[in-house]
């Protein structure tokens, strides 16, 4: 992608991404992973690789949580090469669609949410979320989101199946990321999302 500073944007982008290639999941280290004895073993791989904020310990127990750091990682750093955040958005709200689908069952299940949140990866700030959508107020999410809370409170009243919290997100966010592809007017990014999607049903659908 080229950058708003033309070609010298490129070549940054590009020599930054050459820099962390050498930490890439290879598939020699993907099959590493396969072959490790026990959950520790795997640890220490991706923590040799840049996985996690260092060479500090890690138990195995918590290997999600080193999984979710290593997303945020990623996204700061496409972030911050990316010419402009909103050619990343049909990868980002995924995230976003994600937190609300953990928000709406713990208010409708009475639970706490918090350990299923995922923060400072999606295009709203997860506290901010949170405010949003205990007070029903809608500024600054998209009206895909604002339609997809209503119509999912609207159809949990009347259904009490959790169940149609994840089909309607989904819905919603599929058609989020399609919108937003389409906008970049980019062919290879709205090319990706369309077979991500695809992907994505096929999984449901076999589930």
Not at 33 to 40: A, R, Y
Request: aromatic residues 10%; charged residues 30%.
């Amino acid at each position: 992608m080229i950058s708003n500073q033309g070609s010298n944007g490129y070549v940054f982008a590009s020599t930054r991404v050459r820099s962390v290639e050498k930490n890439l999941l290879t598939k020699e280290r993907a099959e590493n992973l396969i072959d490790c004895n026990s959950p520790e073993d795997a640890i220490k791989i991706l923590i040799d690789i840049g996985y996690g904020k260092g060479a500090e310990e890690i138990e195995a127990k918590d290997f999600e949580k080193l999984l979710s750091e290593e997303i945020k990682k990623v996204y700061d750093f496409v972030r911050g090469i990316a010419p402009s955040e909103a050619k990343l958005y049909a990868f980002l709200y995924p995230y976003d669609y994600h937190n609300l689908k953990v928000l709406m069952k713990a208010e409708f299940l009475e639970s706490d949410p918090e350990p299923y949140l995922i923060d400072k990866v999606g295009t709203i700030d997860v506290n901010q979320l949170q405010i949003m959508v205990r007070e029903r107020n809608f500024v600054g999410m998209t009206d895909n989101m604002k339609n997809a809370i209503l119509e999912v409170v609207d159809l949990f009243s009347r259904t009490n199946d959790p169940q149609v919290i994840d089909f309607i997100f989904d819905k919603y966010c599929y058609k989020e990321m399609k919108e937003s592809a389409d906008k970049t007017n980019n062919s290879y990014i709205k090319g990706y999302v369309s077979l991500l999607i695809d992907t994505l049903n096929l999984k449901t659908f076999v589930r």
